[in-house]
């Protein structure tokens, strides 16, 4: 263990788990998975000004093609710009109109093909705009029944998340609900289409409400947001924003041009390798892409694939992984490399037995117009540009204040031109650093144990972690992300630790990388909420790890002997009250306060009791998460109901001393009470050695838990056996792991667009409203005249349907 002083000056990040991984945005409603859209945005956006989004988030193009334009749709026989100085198709302003949205804004279709094809180096244009009222865009991997208002899609294609470059939200009215409705549901869309296309590295969409109009932009770095306008009369910025999309090649569009998509969910990938050599694999089949469903995020994918020799699949099946990593991050292939040379150095054997083999790692290059090789990352989908220096952040979720006074046609916003700022709406962005597109090979296809079905099984693997960690903990590194996901079982049953690229170095005097990290049920709680930060011992609100077992009588220590052995029995006082924490090995320095700030705290470090706790984690969610086979529905429900607990608490449930934990595992069936009561016994032992550490800030070291690690390894491994023949019910989530040989949605040869048009009453619904009963008795029976009066919000498909397909999916 490093005795450098700056060694504690510095402070690690703890994680942030992201909302789409919860179990309501999986499986839930659509309304479900907006909300989790927006907090995985942190609810904000980055509000930046006109000049910066025209010149910097846009492809450019030049203010004499701008003027070209404008001038051709003021001219000719069906001229788009009136001599009133209105677009044509509005002469009032939609919230005036007679018509439902469909019919108020399809005078867009009209006006914004034309600026296309006024602007389009090439003819036809590679793009067109189609308003949306009835569709159900196709999905390729994850599906989702929502259906934006409109979309610039590629041209001769099919209606398809997968084909659209701009995604549209429209309302005739502008009011608080208006606005907010927008938003949610164009952050939505921008986050189905990066999370639906594999190929996706940035997204566009635009909102209008009534005569304002907002310019949206998202990537896996930023989310930005334009100044209002009123797009009927200020049409110069309409007209910039669509000649730009209209004028610019596919990847300044958002897609990556080293992918190409080839049938039934198979792509040609180019991995760039470190000696910058360009290899081609194939994909087979889409094994995980957890962690690509929020846009905010790494966007993983991993493949398994096949080299190509001579334009054919060659070769073993290898595994293949897409990422975007923060550009201040040691790249996964170097930090493996790091690994085994010190393992190596310090004469430790396994490496090649709990790692897996790299091929080849690298970032990614994209060629430009010029035929230059520049590496993808999120500056170059800005051009080169940097971060805007006067952005401020855009609530996405809290309602704005209104000015009674501001003129409808300029918009009713504050941060419309001649209006005050609101300092409470629009408050200093959240920063996050600059990512850049890595891909990674590795020679063994593997299975996550979350594919498993024997329980048994799952907790050996566990506990086959312990050497991993064993490895990691004394090379003074940590993993930090170790969740269902990245523990591995290889066709022999022997387990790998993969996902290493936060894995930390402990004793590093480097500056740390400040970004979030972690995922589900990878959350160790002492990071998450921070609650446990090495107080010392005068913080008089030190949470205290006595237990009396006259309160826990059935989860009383004199039951651990039954799961972890005889010898793991704490002391006891001459109260009778036990004491946990016993097992810690401490290196303790001569003087316990040293290390600490100026406030009283240690600054927070990742140590290994956070990768032993992400153990724990993992072993809760297969006892709460995952059904029996054999479970009745009564059975099911109870679980359900303590699951939920478990997950949606999970502070109180992790460092709780009311029995919380606890009484949820009473809820676990009767063949599962001992891996409850074996689950309750170790929260209790990491609390107490959470708590230990607080007096003793220099002791978090390398060495740090040695031996608990053993004795909870060991404790798995001597209760798996009690598992035997229990099995549980299979995994399908909706972000991976498809069957081999299933075709999705754009691939099947019977699939077509859903048509809302075309549903009878009984098969309609609007997605927004639970209540939709009164809305279907007003539904028209005549298609076209649907589209003319059909109510607003009238989206969607029938819930029962979906709620059918959502049981199908979690088996």
Not at 253 to 270: C, E, H, I, N, Y
Not at 380 to 404: N, R, W
Not at 444 to 464: D, G, M, N, T, Y
Request: net charge negative; with cysteine; hydrophobic share 35%.
């Amino acid at each position: 263990m490093t005795t450098d002083p700056e060694h504690f000056d510095r402070e690690s990040t703890p994680v942030q788990s992201k909302a789409a991984h919860s179990t309501e945005a999986q499986f839930g409603y659509t309304e479900a998975q907006r909300q989790a859209a927006l907090l995985d945005a942190e609810q904000s956006a980055q509000l930046v000004d006109m000049p910066y989004f025209m010149q910097t988030v846009l492809p450019h193009v030049t203010p004499s093609t701008i003027a070209q334009v404008t001038e051709k749709l003021k001219t000719g026989r069906r001229h788009m710009i009136c001599k009133t100085g209105r677009l044509r198709g509005f002469p009032a302003d939609p919230h005036v109109s007679g018509r439902n949205e469909a019919g108020t804004f399809r005078a867009l279709d009209a006006v914004i093909n034309a600026i296309i094809e006024a602007a389009s180096p090439v003819q036809p244009p590679q793009l067109r705009y189609s308003s949306n009222p009835n569709m159900i865009p196709l999905f390729a991997e994850r599906e989702s029944t929502s259906r934006p208002d409109g979309g610039l899609l590629l041209r001769g294609r099919k209606l398809a998340w997968t084909d659209m470059a701009c995604a549209a939200e429209v309302k005739k009215s502008e009011t608080d609900d208006t606005v907010r409705d927008n938003i949610k549901k164009i952050v939505w869309s921008m986050t189905q289409i990066m999370r639906d296309d594999a190929r996706r590295r940035a997204c566009f969409g635009f909102t209008i409400e009534n005569v304002t109009m907002r310019l949206w932009f998202g990537s896996r770095q930023v989310l930005y947001v334009s100044p209002v306008f009123n797009f009927i009369i200020e049409h110069e910025y309409l007209i910039h924003f669509f000649v730009a999309l209209a004028s610019a090649e596919e990847y300044e569009l958002g897609w990556d041009p080293t992918m190409t998509r080839l049938s039934k969910g198979q792509f040609d990938v180019q991995v760039r390798t470190e000696h910058g050599k360009t290899v081609i694999y194939r994909t087979e089949q889409l094994l995980s892409s957890h962690a690509a469903e929020a846009m905010l995020s790494r966007g993983s994918r991993v493949h398994s694939a096949r080299r190509l020799v001579n334009g054919q699949p060659s070769g073993d099946l290898v595994v293949l992984k897409d990422t975007w990593i923060d550009a201040d991050r040691d790249r996964e292939g170097e930090i493996l490399k790091t690994i085994e040379r010190l393992a190596n150095q310090d004469g430790l054997r396994g490496f090649d037995e709990y790692f897996l083999k790299v091929l080849a790692h690298g970032d990614v290059f994209i060629q430009d117009a010029k035929g230059n090789l520049i590496k993808d990352d999120t500056q170059l989908i800005l051009h080169g540009g940097s971060a805007p220096i006067e952005a401020k952040k855009f609530d996405l979720k809290t309602k704005p204040p209104l000015k009674k006074d501001a003129e409808p046609a300029l918009g009713y916003h504050y941060f419309c031109a001649g209006q005050d700022k609101s300092e409470d709406f629009l408050t200093p962005p959240v920063i996050r650093g600059k990512k850049v597109h890595y891909r990674i090979v590795f020679a063994q296809v593997c299975k996550p144990i979350f594919v498993l079905r024997s329980l048994e099984q799952i907790v050996k693997a566990v506990a086959q972690l312990g050497s991993p960690l064993s490895l990691l903990h004394s090379l003074h590194w940590v993993h930090r992300d170790i969740s269902i996901s990245n523990i591995l079982v290889d066709s022999k049953g022997r387990v790998k630790l993969c996902d290493v690229e936060y894995a930390i170095w402990m004793d590093t005097n480097s500056e740390v990388h400040k970004i979030r990290t972690g995922r589900l049920p990878s959350f160790f709680m002492e990071v998450a909420i921070r609650r446990h930060q090495y107080y010392t011992q005068a913080n008089s609100k030190r949470p205290s790890c006595r237990y009396d077992d006259d309160q826990y009588d059935e989860y009383a220590m004199a039951q651990a002997a039954i799961c972890t052995g005889s010898d793991f029995d704490p002391p006891s006082d001459d109260t009778g009250t036990r004491h946990y924490g016993h097992n810690l090995e401490l290196d303790l320095p001569s003087s316990s306060q040293s290390g600490l700030t100026e406030s009283g705290r240690a600054p927070f470090q990742y140590h290994p009791l956070h990768d032993l706790e992400s153990l724990w984690w993992v072993i809760a969610y297969f006892a709460f998460e995952r059904e029996r086979e054999e479970a009745t529905e009564a059975e099911s429900e109870i679980l359900r109901t303590a699951a939920h607990r478990v997950f949606t608490q999970r502070p109180t449930m992790f460092f709780g001393h009311q029995g919380e934990f606890a009484d949820c595992c009473r809820s676990l069936p009767n063949c599962l009470q001992p891996l409850g009561r074996l689950l309750e016994v170790w929260r209790r032992e990491f609390c107490a050695t959470y708590q230990l550490m607080e007096s003793k800030p220099r002791s978090v070291g390398h060495t740090l838990a040695k031996t608990l690690r053993k004795q909870f390894v060991s404790a798995l491994h001597s209760h798996a056996p009690r598992l035997a023949g229990i099995k549980i019910k299979p995994c399908t989530p909706p972000w991976g792991l498809r069957e081999e040989g299933t075709a999705t949605s754009t691939d099947q040869s019977a699939s077509s667009n859903v048509d809302l048009s075309n549903l009878n009453d009984a098969q309609r619904v609007d997605d927004d409203c639970l209540d939709c009963a009164n809305a279907l008795e007003r539904l028209p029976s005549n298609a076209e005249q649907e589209a003319e009066e059909a109510p607003d919000g009238m989206e969607g498909v029938c819930a029962a349907v979906h709620e059918c397909r959502r049981d199908a999916a979690r088996g």
